[in-house]
Every structure is written in C-alpha cells, then in structure tokens.
C-alpha cells in the first residue's frame, strides 16, 4: 500500500513537472513572436519618418506587410495568455498597431500624393500651349478637386517633419500651379458664360452678373500669353453684344471695364498722364452708381490696383534722385537736401493722378516752374506727369543757377576754386534756384530758402559743411534786382567733399571711429564700430534706405584684416 502511495506522488510530479514545461516554451515562444513584431513596426517606422529613413517618395509595402502579418501572429498568440505576462504583450503590440496605422498613413500619403502629380502633369502639358481652353479647364477642375480629395491624406501622416516633406513634394506644387491659374481661369469660364448668356438674349442683369467676374479679375492675370488672349477676347465679347442688351448694370461695367484698360496703360512707376485725373473723376462717379456695396469694393479695389502703380518707395525715389545727381556730377546730398526743402512730402502727384503743384505752380518732386508761357526749355508736360524726368529738369535748372558763376558776365559769385564736389560751393546757385531776390539775402532774412537747403542737408546727411557768411548782396539801379558785383569770390576755412558720389571698388581710410552694420538701415540693426585708420573697400556705389528723414546713402564695403561684408552710412567717408 505504501509502495502505491509513493507511486501516485512520483505520477503526479512528473505530470505537473511535463504541463509547466510545457506552459514555459508557450509563454516563451509567444513573447518571441511579440519581439519580432516590435522589432518590424520599427523598421517600418523607420521607413516612413524623415528623421530615419523616408524620403516622402518611397512607399514601404513589403514593410508594411511584413509588420501587419508579424502583429496579427502576435496578438492570436497574446489573446491565449493570461494574467501579467498577456497585459504586457498587449502593451507591446499596441504600440506596434500605432506605428503600423502611422506607416498606413505614411503610405497613403505617398500613393495619393504621385496621384496627384499625375494629374497636374496633365495640366502642365495643357499650360504649356499657352492657350487657356476647354483642356486646360478640366484639367484644372480635375486637379483642384482631386486635391481637395486628397488633402486629409497629407494633414493625417504622423510627424511634423514627415508631414511637411510629404506637402512639399505633392501639395504644395500643386497649390502654386492651381495658385498661378486661378485668375485666367475664372475670367476664361466667365467669358464663356457671358458668350452664352449674350446668344441666348438673356436679359441684361443676367449678363451683366458674369460680365462683373471678368471686370473683378482680369487685371489679376500675371501670365502675358493669358493677358493678351483673354482681353482680345473681352473685346470681342465686347464688340458682340448689341445695343438692346447694353444697358443698365452691364452698359455701366463695359464703361468701366474701358476706362480701367485706358487708366492702366497711362500710369506706371513714377509716371502718369494729363488724361488720368478726368478718367479717375469717371470711374469714381461710375463705381458709385452700383447699388451693391459688395460690387463698389471689387471695382475699387481693381482701381486702387492700377493707381497703385504710380507709387514710389522712398527708397527708389532716393535712388532716382541720387543717380540722377551721380550721373551730371551734382552731390546728391545738394539735390536730396532741395527736394526735402522745395517739397517735404516728396510728392510729385495727387492722388488723382495730377502733379502736385504748389501755390506758386511749382511742379512735383522739385518743383520746377516754367519762366513763362513761351518758356520752351523742357517738356513741360513730361515735367509734370514723369517723376524721372521731373528730377533731372531740377538738377539741369540747378546746374544752369551754378553756370551763372562761370559767365562771362557772371550773375552769382564763386566760391573757393568752384569745384563741383565741395558742399560749400553750391551756396549761391542753391539760392538761385529758388529765385535771386532778397528775400533770399541772408543778411535780413534768417530763412532765406539757401539756409533753409543747408539745414536740411546738416540734419539729415550727418554733414557739416561751413554755411556762407558776409554775403553782400545789393541793388542794382538799372535791374531793380539783387546784385553781387561788389563781392564776387569768396572762400570758405572748409570744404566738405560730397561722400556719395564714390563709385564701386574706391578705397578709403577712416578719419575717425565709424559704425558698420550687417544691414542698410538703422532699425533693428545693431552696428559694430571700428576705429579711425580702417580701410574699407567700396563694394557698391549708393545705396538708400526706406527713411525720409535719412538724406545720407549706405555703400555696401569689405573692411580690411576682417571677412564678410558690412553697411556703412555715407558720412562716415569724410
């Protein structure tokens, strides 16, 4: 009996010792299977984030499936455990099912993605006739919806490095293109609707609600081949509708429509026209005649658009003024100091189009004036209407005032040698273009219009030249007009040269500590100083800044003993 006990006992530890081992290589086999899993999802992760592996053009099938089987084997495996080791497994695999919905995603993108550019492939070669037809609308519609029908494929891959990658390969391409064809587009659909609408009688209101589009967009057009088709069009369009339709709303927006084509071909940078201010009234009292307040904001934001052509930066006017000086060998700090004087706005037209005139009819920027009715000198009318122009007539008249110093006769006196680059020497003929007469004589009058010009020039250059004193101006009996004849030389204990009249490649030594600056402006721009006895190397001619109250210009230099370049205001090359 005892013999059967021991036998019993030596059953039972053998069959619980062959169960757990049994229980064992299970546990363990599983958990290798949920490592390999692991380990897949990582190379798919790999495969679809930039920061390892992911190009944004490369789609990891194989990956993909190799993770996808691997995590299905795992968790069948998982679901048969239980307690602890199973909650871990499933941790594990849920972080596995995460990458392989990212990887999903990720892939996703990518196949859409080349999807698209298919499609704007077929656009492309449409684009590429320059004409806008029937082929290049349906593909653009094509294109367009099709990427609003991909777009939450971009927006849902995981990462926002991937993310991005992947728009700029496929949307953003696609966005630029749709971008670029939006406005020939929608005039060509509207010219083809109002075509239909004017065959088929419809009533007037019904075209004009059309027409309007083409009025609203047409100027939008960047591309010339859209530019030049699609206005031939509109013209003929124009030439077809008959007198019984053009009326109302539409005969109104055909007016308009002609006088925004006039408007535009009469103004640019800088220049306008004498036609411009009455087509401007026109156009003001039309665009208001619209009972729709939403159509008067379209209108006039395609007429703020075409007068918005006149304007010129403070800077390029600057530029113009300098390089117009430069180029007849006067200082531009000379020239820029009697525009701010003559015209503290820096104005040449209203903002109708017509030049700014002054209460004694100077004309714009430098307030040129004819001497008479007669007065043939100039282009008067290119005075008034061509900034350019404007300025190099100021700058001729100048230098005609500077020319009465060396007359046979002379009208002005000379001062020092007369060399054109000292400051000093403008003196007298900066007061004879405002007018020789005495209420320009220094001696009476404390604004005097040449004290005026050397104290903007002071303020605004950063410059000291030395201003005249002991001028003798008197009557002449047989004139009736100021006279220097009693005194007709004098000289100045300085001689300032003009800094902005250095060309490219000049070299020059500092006379004393100067700032230097990693860009031309002083704004939010923190300079650097060097000291008296740097050499710097001129890399540009003048430069000007957006700042009115600057008169000084910046040279773009290379400073000696240093690498890379700098700014430096022209006053600092004294």
């Known amino acids: 009996m005892k013999l059967i006990r021991i036998a019993l006992i030596m059953a039972s530890v053998l069959l619980f010792s062959t169960v757990g081992h049994h229980y064992t290589e299970a546990a363990s086999k599983t958990d290798s299977l949920v490592a390999s899993a692991v380990k897949a999802a990582k190379v798919l992760s790999n495969a679809t984030t930039v920061e390892n592996k992911a190009t944004g053009k490369n789609i990891p099938t194989k990956e993909y499936n190799d993770a996808k089987k691997k995590y299905n084997t795992a968790l069948a495996a998982v679901k048969?455990?239980?307690?602890?080791?199973?909650?871990?497994?499933?941790?594990?695999?849920?972080?596995?099912?995460?990458?392989?919905?990212?990887?999903?995603?990720?892939?996703?993108?990518?196949?859409?993605?080349?999807?698209?550019?298919?499609?704007?492939?077929?656009?492309?070669?449409?684009?590429?006739?320059?004409?806008?037809?029937?082929?290049?609308?349906?593909?653009?519609?094509?294109?367009?919806?099709?990427?609003?029908?991909?777009?939450?494929?971009?927006?849902?891959?995981?990462?926002?490095?991937?993310?991005?990658?992947?728009?700029s390969l496929y949307k953003t391409p696609v966005?630029?293109?749709?971008?670029?064809?939006?406005?020939?587009?929608?005039?060509?659909?509207?010219?083809?609707?109002?075509?239909?609408?004017?065959?088929?009688?419809?009533?007037?209101?019904?075209?004009?609600?059309?027409?309007?589009?083409?009025?609203?967009?047409?100027?939008?057009?960047?591309?010339?081949?859209?530019?030049?088709?699609?206005?031939?069009?509109?013209?003929?369009?124009?030439?077809?509708?008959?007198?019984?339709?053009?009326?109302?709303?539409?005969?109104?927006?055909?007016?308009?429509?002609?006088?925004?084509?006039?408007?535009?071909?009469?103004?640019?940078?800088?220049?306008?026209?004498?036609?411009?201010?009455?087509?401007?009234?026109?156009?003001?009292?039309?665009?208001?005649?619209?009972?729709?307040?939403?159509?008067?904001?379209?209108?006039?934001?395609?007429?703020?658009?075409?007068?918005?052509?006149?304007?010129?930066?403070?800077?390029?006017?600057?530029?113009?003024?300098?390089?117009?000086?430069?180029?007849?060998?006067?200082?531009?700090?000379?020239?820029?100091?009697?525009?701010?004087?003559?015209?503290?706005?820096?104005?040449?037209?209203?903002?109708?189009?017509?030049?700014?005139?002054?209460?004694?009819?100077?004309?714009?920027?430098?307030?040129?004036?004819?001497?008479?009715?007669?007065?043939?000198?100039?282009?008067?009318?290119?005075?008034?209407?061509?900034?350019?122009?404007?300025?190099?007539?100021?700058?001729?008249?100048?230098?005609?005032?500077?020319?009465?110093?060396?007359?046979?006769?002379?009208?002005?006196?000379?001062?020092?040698?007369?060399?054109?680059?000292?400051?000093e020497n403008w003196y007298f003929a900066i007061m004879a273009y405002n007018g020789l007469s005495f209420k320009n004589d220094p001696n009476k009058n404390s604004k005097a219009y040449q004290l005026k010009v050397y104290s903007n020039l002071k303020d605004r250059t950063m410059m000291e030249p030395e201003v005249m004193k002991g001028v003798v101006m008197t009557l002449d009996p047989i004139t009736q007009l100021p006279s220097f004849q009693q005194k007709m030389s004098y000289s100045t204990k300085k001689r300032t040269l003009s800094t902005q009249l250095y060309k490219k490649d000049k070299q020059i030594t500092l006379s004393a500590k100067a700032n230097f600056r990693k860009v031309p402006s002083t704004v939010n721009n923190t300079p650097k100083s060097f000291p008296a006895g740097t050499k710097v190397t001129l890399l540009s001619g003048p430069i000007e800044d957006n700042s009115s109250a600057n008169l000084f210009a910046w040279y773009k230099v290379s400073i000696k003993g240093t690498t890379g370049t700098w700014y430096l205001a022209s006053s600092n090359l004294q």
């Open 175 to 423: 966005d630029k293109v749709l971008s670029d064809l939006q406005y020939p587009v929608t005039v060509k659909q509207a010219l083809n609707e109002t075509n239909k609408l004017v065959k088929a009688s419809a009533a007037p209101s019904k075209i004009a609600d059309s027409y309007k589009k083409i009025v609203f967009n047409i100027d939008l057009i960047k591309q010339a081949n859209y530019q030049k088709q699609l206005y031939s069009e509109l013209h003929q369009l124009n030439e077809g509708i008959p007198e019984n339709l053009n009326t109302g709303n539409l005969s109104n927006l055909m007016t308009i429509e002609a006088q925004f084509e006039q408007l535009d071909g009469l103004v640019s940078k800088g220049k306008s026209d004498e036609k411009v201010p009455g087509i401007y009234q026109s156009l003001k009292t039309g665009i208001a005649d619209f009972n729709s307040s939403a159509d008067q904001a379209l209108l006039n934001k395609r007429f703020t658009r075409i007068m918005d052509q006149l304007k010129v930066s403070t800077s390029e006017l600057k530029g113009m003024l300098t390089s117009a000086a430069v180029a007849k060998g006067v200082p531009p700090e000379i020239v820029k100091a009697i525009a701010v004087t003559e015209n503290s706005k820096l104005q040449q037209f209203l903002t109708n189009g017509e030049v700014f005139k002054s209460d004694d009819n100077g004309y714009g920027i430098m307030q040129v004036t004819p001497t008479s009715e007669d007065d043939q000198r100039f282009n008067w009318d290119r005075v008034k209407y061509d900034l350019r122009y404007n300025i190099e007539v100021g700058i001729d008249i100048l230098l005609e005032k500077w020319n009465y110093a060396f007359l046979t006769k002379p009208i002005i006196p000379t001062i020092n040698k007369g060399e054109k680059n000292v400051l």
């Open 80 to 167: 048969k455990q239980t307690g602890k080791q199973k909650s871990t497994n499933l941790s594990k695999l849920k972080d596995v099912k995460t990458k392989i919905d990212r990887g999903k995603k990720y892939i996703d993108a990518v196949t859409y993605g080349k999807k698209l550019l298919a499609k704007k492939a077929t656009l492309d070669k449409y684009v590429k006739t320059g004409i806008m037809d029937t082929n290049t609308i349906n593909a653009y519609t094509s294109l367009s919806s099709t990427l609003k029908s991909y777009a939450p494929k971009f927006t849902a891959v995981y990462g926002k490095k991937t993310q991005d990658k992947i728009k």
